[in-house]
C-alpha cells in the first residue's frame, strides 16, 4: 500500500545577496504539476513594517484595479440600466450590498494567494477529486465565455455607435481578436505598464459615466435613500430577476480565480510571517479602494437612467427624440410606441443623445468601450490561470490567449451576424443569470481552502469571515435552485426539459460535495465528520486527507526554501512542493 510521509526539501546554498535563486520551472504537489515561474515579479520596497508606507501601497497596486474591471464591464452596465430603469432607485442598496460581499470574498481570494503562493486553480487541482475538478473546470470555462460574450457584445455596440452605424456589429466582434494581440504587446512591455494601461481604461470609463451622470443631474437626495434603505416596496418579480442580476453581475465567479493569481505578481518572501500579513494589509487596502471607485462608476449610470427613464414609454423618448433634433438612431424608439422601453446598452446610448445632445452618445459609447476593452483582457488572465490550474496545461502564453478568445469570439459572432442589435443586447441579461448560477463553485473552494488551517496556518478564516462568506454562499445557492425551478415553467420542449434537469440534478450534487468538503476544511481531521468513510473515501480523498502546509517562520529552512515542504508516495516517487 502506498504511504505519504512529508519530508523536507534539501538546503541550498544562498547567493552572495541571501536571496535563493528561483528556478525556472518548480514541481507543485504530488500530482506532478508543473509551472512556468513568474516572468516579473514586482519588488516590494523595505520599509517599517510597523507604519503604514504610501510607498509601499504603490508598490502592491495594481491585481485589486485588474480585478475591479470584472465589476464594470457592460455586464454590469446592462444590469445597472436595468436596476434603474426598473426600479428607480430602490435597488442600489442591493448594488452596495453586493460590492461589499464581493470586497468578503475578493479578499479571501487574494489571502489564498498570498500565503500559499497557489492560485485558486491551482489549489482546486490539488484538493479535489478528478470529476469535481473536471466539472468544476467546466462551470469556470462557462462563466468565462459567457462574460467574454458581454464584453465582446459591448465593443461591438460601442464600436457601432461610434462608427455611426458603419462598422456592424459582426465586424465589431471580428474587431475585438485584434485585443488578443493588444493583450500580449502590453504583457509584453511589463506588468507595470500593463497594469498602468487598466488604470487608464477605469479612468476614462470614471470620466466618461460621471460626464453622463453631472449633464443628468439626478436628484441625490434619493440616490442616498436608495443606498441606505434596504427595502423595495411595490417591487414585482421582474424586479426580483432584476435584483438577482445584479448579484451576479457584479460576484463574477471567474474573478475570484483571477484575483488570486494576480497577486502572485508581487515578491513576497513566505518564509516571514510578518511579509506575509503585510501583503495581505496592502492588497486588501487596494482592493477596497479599487471595488469603491467602481462602486461610484455603477451608481452613476444606475442613476442617469433612473432619472430619465424610469416607466417612460418608447413613445416618451421618442418624441424626446424629435424635440431635439436627434433622428439618426430614434427609429428604434417608434416601434410598439405604447410598451415600456425595454433598455440596453445600445438605446440608452441613443436616449442619452435625444436628451443631451450627440456628444452625450458619443462618450457613452466610449465609455463602454473602454469598459469592454478593459474586461476582455482580464477575461484572457482568468481564462490563462483557470487552463493552466484546472489542467495543467503548458501551452505558450499566447495559445493559451489566443484559444480563450476563440472560444468566446466563435458562438458570439454567430449570434451577432444572425441577430439584430436588440437581440444581442438582451442576451446580456441572460449571461448575467448564468454568471449567477456559477458562483457557488468559486465561492465554497475559496472557503474551504482559506478556513483550513493546515493550508494557511496562522491566516486561516475566524469565526466571522467563515460566517459571512457561508451565509453570502448559502443565499446565492438557494437563490440559484429557486430560479432554475421557476425556469421549468416556461420549457414547453422535452428534450430542454430533460436537459435542465439534468443540470439541476448535477448542480445539486456539486453542491452538496463542495459543501461537505467545506464543512471537512473547517473541522477538525480527527473530529466526527472526518472519521467518516463515506467522507475519507468519496470527498477527501488522499489528495486532501493527506495534505498538509507545514510552516515554521523561524526555520532555517524556511527561510531557504521560503516555507516549502515536499510529500514523497514511496510508490510513485512523486514529490509535491509547496
Known amino acids: 500500500m502506498s504511504t505519504v510521509q512529508y519530508m523536507p526539501l534539501p538546503m541550498m546554498e544562498l547567493p552572495e545577496d541571501g536571496r535563493a535563486e528561483k528556478p525556472s520551472r518548480i514541481s507543485d504537489e504530488s500530482t506532478g504539476l508543473t509551472s512556468p515561474a513568474q516572468d516579473e515579479k514586482v519588488i516590494i520596497p523595505e520599509a517599517d513594517c510597523n507604519k503604514f508606507s504610501f510607498h509601499k501601497l504603490w508598490a502592491f497596486t495594481g491585481p485589486g484595479f485588474l480585478m475591479s474591471i470584472a465589476y464594470l464591464d457592460p455586464g454590469n452596465i446592462q444590469s445597472d440600466l436595468k436596476s434603474g430603469t426598473t426600479a428607480k432607485y430602490k435597488l442600489l442598496w442591493v448594488l452596495m450590498w453586493s460590492t461589499v460581499l464581493g470586497l468578503v470574498m475578493q479578499r479571501l481570494s487574494a489571502r489564498l494567494g498570498v500565503v500559499t503562493g497557489l492560485h485558486l486553480a491551482e489549489m482546486c487541482y490539488r484538493q479535489y477529486r478528478l470529476l469535481p475538478r473536471v466539472f468544476l473546470w467546466l462551470m469556470m470555462e462557462v462563466a468565462i465565455i459567457g462574460s467574454d460574450m458581454q464584453e465582446v457584445i459591448g465593443t461591438a455596440i460601442a464600436l457601432y455607435l461610434l462608427s455611426n452605424t458603419k462598422i456592424q456589429l459582426w465586424m465589431g466582434v471580428l474587431i475585438t481578436v485584434v485585443d488578443t494581440f493588444t493583450f500580449l504587446l502590453l504583457d509584453k512591455y511589463g506588468l507595470r505598464k500593463l497594469e498602468l494601461f487598466f488604470g487608464i481604461l477605469i479612468t476614462i470609463m470614471a470620466v466618461a459615466f460621471g460626464y453622463e451622470f453631472f449633464v443628468a443631474q439626478p436628484d441625490a437626495i434619493e440616490v442616498v435613500k436608495g443606498m441606505t434603505i434596504p427595502w423595495c416596496s411595490s417591487c414585482d418579480s421582474e424586479t426580483l430577476g432584476v435584483a438577482i442580476g445584479i448579484v451576479g453581475a457584479v460576484i463574477m465567479p471567474h474573478n475570484l480565480y483571477l484575483h488570486s493569481g494576480l497577486v502572485k505578481s508581487r515578491h513576497i518572501d513566505r518564509s516571514k510571517q510578518e511579509k506575509v500579513k503585510e501583503a495581505n494589509f496592502y492588497f486588501f487596502i487596494e482592493a477596497c479602494v479599487a471595488l469603491l471607485v467602481s462602486f461610484i462608476i455603477n451608481v ?119 441577430s439584430r442589435i436588440d437581440e ?140 516549502r515542504y515536499c510529500l514523497k508516495d514511496e510508490d510513485t516517487n512523486s514529490t509535491c512542493r509547496i
Open 424 to 563: 444581442l443586447s438582451s442576451l446580456n441579461d441572460r449571461l448575467n443569470d448564468i454568471m449567477s448560477l456559477q458562483l457557488p463553485f468559486a465561492t465554497l473552494p475559496v472557503i474551504a481552502f482559506t478556513s483550513n488551517p493546515n493550508i494557511m496556518g496562522v491566516f486561516a478564516n475566524g469565526l466571522g469571515n467563515r460566517l459571512v462568506s457561508c451565509l453570502l454562499s448559502a443565499v446565492v445557492i438557494i437563490i440559484n435552485i429557486s430560479y432554475v425551478i421557476t425556469s421549468f415553467k416556461d420549457i414547453n420542449i422535452w428534450w430542454q426539459w430533460v436537459l435542465l434537469s439534468v443540470y439541476m440534478v448535477l448542480y445539486v450534487c456539486m453542491c452538496f460535495y463542495l459543501i461537505v468538503h467545506t464543512a471537512c476544511s473547517m473541522a477538525s481531521p480527527d473530529g466526527f465528520i472526518g472519521r467518516q468513510s463515506f467522507i475519507k473515501k468519496y470527498i477527501l480523498g488522499q489528495s486532501v486527507a493527506e495534505f498538509h502546509l507545514e510552516r515554521d517562520y523561524e526555520s532555517p529552512l524556511s527561510r531557504v526554501t521560503g516555507s
Open 300 to 418: 452613476f449610470v444606475v442613476s442617469v437612467f433612473a432619472h430619465g427613464m424610469y416607466k417612460k414609454t418608447n413613445h416618451d423618448v421618442f418624441e424626446v427624440c424629435q424635440e431635439n433634433n436627434f433622428t439618426d438612431h430614434s427609429d428604434i424608439f417608434n416601434k410598439n410606441p405604447n410598451g415600456t422601453v425595454d433598455v440596453d446598452i445600445y438605446n440608452s446610448g441613443v436616449f442619452l443623445g435625444c436628451q443631451f445632445g450627440a456628444a452625450a452618445m458619443y462618450i457613452w459609447a466610449v465609455g463602454i468601450l473602454a469598459a469592454g476593452q478593459s474586461s476582455t483582457m482580464t477575461g484572457c488572465y482568468a481564462g490563462q490561470f483557470a487552463m493552466e490550474g484546472f489542467l495543467n496545461l503548458q501551452w505558450s502564453r499566447w495559445k493559451r490567449v489566443l484559444f480563450t478568445r476563440l472560444v468566446a469570439i466563435a458562438p458570439t459572432f454567430y449570434v451577432a451576424f444572425f
